[in-house]
């Protein structure tokens, strides 16, 4: 079954700006994973923040997790072309559970 | 090196025929699984394995039947193949099953005519 929703489903901007996308969830969670995936490609791993961390960073990207409102953000910064993709958050419960992915937010960087 | 490798990449076949996908990965991972992309975009689990061993299998039809001959590889098999089960495949590994992210193969897109 679903479990994460991400909005928006669909945003453009343009190169330079920020982009943030939103990520809720339904059950409580071991941890939440943001994925990306290139058109007509495979999913990559980004990131993952653990239920008791509250914000995290990669290079660009920033996640942040609210438990109490089931709730992430993943803000990419100073966006680029490259960075056009969808992007899935990923909710993992306890450890035979499978990760269930959202239903993604389509990025487009427009140079 | 291809560190979670899927073939083939594209498979176009007629209904009612069976074929199967291959997969491998190179990173020493003891979980492996099965996911379906449907034109939408969603990803679903079919099946994961741990070890060699099932430990996922989410209502997917019984045409579908995973093997797994080693912990390095996971096969998936299609039974009938019918035009519902045209859709982007992807293998994936992870090194625990818990805390720590999923390494994807580049996919396998079947169309079923």
């Known amino acids: 079954s679903q479990q994460g929703e991400e909005d928006p489903q669909a945003l453009s901007i343009q190169e330079g700006e920020n982009a943030t996308m939103n990520c809720s969830y339904k059950t409580s969670i071991n941890n939440l994973q943001w994925y990306r995936q290139n058109s007509g490609r495979g999913l990559v791993h980004l990131i993952l923040?653990?239920?008791?961390?509250r914000e995290k960073h990669s290079g660009r990207l920033r996640v942040t997790l609210d438990t109490s409102k089931k709730s992430s953000s993943l803000l990419i910064t100073a966006s680029r072309a490259a960075d056009t993709a969808s992007y899935f958050c990923a909710t993992k419960n306890s450890g035979n559970t499978p990760l269930v992915f959202g239903k993604g937010t389509r990025l487009s960087v427009i140079a | 090196d291809t560190a979670v490798s899927q073939t083939p990449k594209y498979l176009v076949t007629q209904m009612g025929n069976d074929k199967s996908i291959k997969c491998e990965q190179n990173?020493?991972?003891?979980?492996m699984y099965w996911y379906k992309q449907d034109s939408k975009k969603f990803l679903k689990i079919m099946f994961s394995y741990n070890n060699k061993e099932l430990i996922i299998n989410e209502t997917v039809p019984n045409r579908f039947s995973p093997k797994s001959p080693d912990k390095a590889h996971l096969n998936l098999h299609i039974n009938s193949l019918e035009l519902g089960d045209s859709a982007v495949y992807f293998c994936?590994?992870?090194?625990?099953?818990?805390?720590?992210?999923?390494?994807f193969g580049s996919g396998t897109r079947l169309t079923v005519v």
């Open positions: 990173l020493g991972h003891d979980t």
């Open positions: 994936a590994s992870s090194q625990d099953r818990v805390y720590y992210g999923y390494t």
């Open positions: 923040i653990r239920s008791n961390e």
